[in-house]
């Protein structure tokens, strides 16, 4: 692990979405998937497990059964047809996640989403969709968390348009028709990954714009978030990964404190802290719930960074090109605590 590849990783980030846009308008990356489906299971660690979250949530919001669950588990469904598992794993070596994959190898549903093709992950799937996010030099999973977002947004897509599709054709099955070909349903495929395609490039735009703007908003992140007792990091359930991403990077990096918290829950689980602590809050805003969590932080007079939207009463706020599309914040605002962590993990090294 490298602190100054690790920047250079980070740098690299909008031409890497750009070329993974590019990917995703040439090919779907999923049209390979099985049929029939009834069941999605997403299984990983650390921040692969942090963005199958993010897809469990927003397939289920589609009416499809699908959950995301640690590798590490000792159990979960049983291997059966009908259930698509989906291992993810950057390197495609995580024990955890292959010990977890050898479950539901020979299944016929059994997929690997990893920066290398090649990988032992890879070898034991039934289809394998790369991350394309080139080599990071510094060790630390920063492009594939973003990629992998990118790919699950695709899967998302997909499968909601091929359930409303089923749905209507009148076919049983609450995720009967992920896997079946959607050019039979309201947008063909091309259509359907150059949605997300088109993502892509907003949040390449959003990440360049930050980067190219850093030193305007940078040293004043890191010295707001600079205290004795660490970093924390809130955001709403649907974009849960960017706070435990931003508290991993500064864990991870420079080997400080850090924790994420889903917003309306901090007011049952976290709120505890900010009482005692000099308790500086990454808040990344969206949730209904916002304004309970913002109450007992300004109460408390704890130190809030705001990221992407204006915050009553936020010590500052951080905006950037695009962060009214929630879609952009969530591939996007990671890279402010991931920047501040490049910083201390370089003055520390």
Same mark, same amino acid.
């Given at each position: 692990m490298d602190p100054r590849l690790f920047l250079a990783d980070l740098e690299a980030k909008p031409e890497s979405l750009r070329h993974l846009a590019a990917t995703l308008s040439a090919d779907d990356p999923w049209a390979g998937l099985p049929d029939p489906v009834d069941r999605v299971l997403l299984l990983g660690m650390g921040s692969s497990r942090y963005a199958a979250e993010m897809a469990a949530l927003r397939l289920r919001a589609a009416g +499809?059964? %699908? +959950? %995301?669950?640690? %590798?590490?588990? %000792?159990?979960?469904?049983? =291997?059966r047809p009908g259930t698509l598992v989906i291992a993810i794993s950057a390197t495609g070596t995580s024990i955890e996640t292959l010990d977890a994959a050898a479950r539901y190898q020979g299944s016929g549903h059994l997929v690997a989403l990893t920066n290398v093709p090649d990988s032992p992950l890879a070898t034991s799937a039934d289809l394998v969709v790369p991350m394309h996010a080139g080599t990071e030099r510094g060790g630390? =999973?920063?492009?594939?968390?973003?990629h992998t977002l990118v790919l699950l947004l695709a899967l998302v897509d997909r499968a909601t348009e091929a359930h409303r599709d089923a749905a209507g054709s009148g076919r049983r099955g609450a995720a009967g028709s992920v896997g079946r070909d959607a050019a039979g349903s309201g947008r063909s495929d091309a259509a359907l990954a150059g949605s997300v395609a088109a993502l892509a490039r907003r949040a390449a735009d959003a990440t360049e714009d930050l980067l190219a703007r850093r030193d305007a908003w940078l040293p004043r992140a890191i010295e707001l978030l600079d205290g004795p007792h660490g970093v924390y990091a809130l955001a709403p359930a649907e974009r849960l990964s960017s706070a435990l991403q931003s508290a991993l990077m500064v864990r991870e990096g420079p080997r400080r404190p850090a924790d994420g918290c889903e917003t309306g829950d901090w007011s049952h689980v976290d709120v505890y802290l900010a009482k005692t602590l000099d308790y500086r809050a990454l808040f990344l805003p969206g949730s209904r719930y916002d304004a309970a969590a913002l109450e007992w932080l300004r109460t408390r007079k704890s130190t809030v960074l705001a990221v992407g939207a204006e915050v009553p009463d936020a010590t500052a706020v951080i905006r950037y090109a695009g962060d009214d599309d929630e879609q952009v914040r969530l591939l996007t605002e990671s890279l402010v605590a991931e920047l501040v962590a490049a910083h201390w993990w370089a003055s520390a090294a």
């Open positions: +499809i059964d %699908a +959950i %995301a669950e640690y %590798a590490s588990t %000792a159990t979960s469904y049983p =291997a630390v =999973a920063c492009r594939t968390f973003q």
